[in-house]
């Protein structure tokens, strides 16, 4: 069964710092890009950051400079870096593995909050 698990959430004070982790099983991590979504109440999800398989990165302008996306492939595991954090960062954040036909995967999510 093909799964991710999104870990690292919680409570932070703007300006502070957290970083997620997204454990995958069941597929072939390494030949898979992938990606960091949030979505906000009342807004659609939204893609945040990308990691090709070979490590290219690519992030939304509301967080390019403050997040930092990475992959260690051995492990399985995707990783967001957020630093200089906003209460616009306010979401539950998930992670994603595009599969085409083969089905997208996603995780359950985990929710940060930024509040003073």
């Known amino acids: 069964q093909a799964q991710l698990a999104e870990s690292g959430g919680g409570l932070v004070q703007p300006g502070g710092s957290l970083r997620l982790s997204c454990a995958a099983s069941g597929f072939t991590f390494s030949s898979y890009a992938m990606s960091w979504y949030r979505q906000a109440p009342g807004k659609q999800r939204e893609l945040v950051a990308t990691?090709?398989?070979?490590?290219?990165?690519n992030y939304a302008d509301s967080v390019k400079g403050r997040f930092a996306i990475s992959r260690d492939n051995v492990k399985g595991t995707v990783f967001l870096q957020m630093n200089n954090l906003k209460s616009e960062d306010t979401a539950v954040y998930y992670c994603?593995?595009?599969?085409?036909?083969?089905?997208?995967?996603w995780g359950q999510g985990t929710q940060v909050t930024v509040s003073s």
């Open positions: 990691i090709s398989s070979g490590g290219i990165t």
């Open positions: 994603k593995a595009p599969r085409g036909f083969s089905g997208d995967i």
